[in-house]
């Protein structure tokens, strides 16, 4: 079992940036695939990002070049920096872990998933 908790959200003004973190309780961090996915009002769950076990980074073509995802297995950390922020990045960012198999991009191919927290974007 793994407990998954969020970190670093807030208004910000279009252009900025925040870094979003999530904290990872149990063992064998670094086995698990991690990713990064976010709902907007009335959207569905997206996802954002996601860094596999062997520290492969793949991202959602509308974050690409602006968000970075990184981990560290030491600390059981993984992270999300957000830069170039827009209004339409608003939305509940939500940690997820997968722990067998490759990594995904639909939120049922992860097993846990953290509270969530809010980044709005104004502009």
């Known amino acids: 079992q793994v407990q998954l908790v969020e970190s670093g959200g807030g208004l910000v003004q279009a252009g900025g940036s925040l870094r979003l973190s999530c904290s990872a309780s149990?063992?064998?961090?670094?086995?698990?695939?991690m990713g990064w996915f976010r709902q907007a009002p009335g959207k569905e769950r997206e996802f954002v990002a996601a860094s596999t076990s062997g520290r492969i980074q793949y991202y959602a073509d509308s974050v690409k070049g602006r968000f970075t995802i990184s981990r560290d297995n030491a600390r059981n950390m993984v992270y999300l920096q957000m830069n170039s922020l827009k209004p339409e990045d608003t939305a509940v960012y939500y940690c997820?872990?997968?722990?067998?198999?490759?990594?995904?991009?639909?939120?049922?191919?992860?097993?846990?998933w953290g509270q969530g927290i809010q980044v709005t974007v104004f502009s």
């Open positions: 149990g063992r064998s961090f670094g086995s698990y695939h």
């Open positions: 997820a872990a997968r722990s067998r198999g490759w990594y995904g991009q639909s939120e049922s191919d992860y097993d846990f």
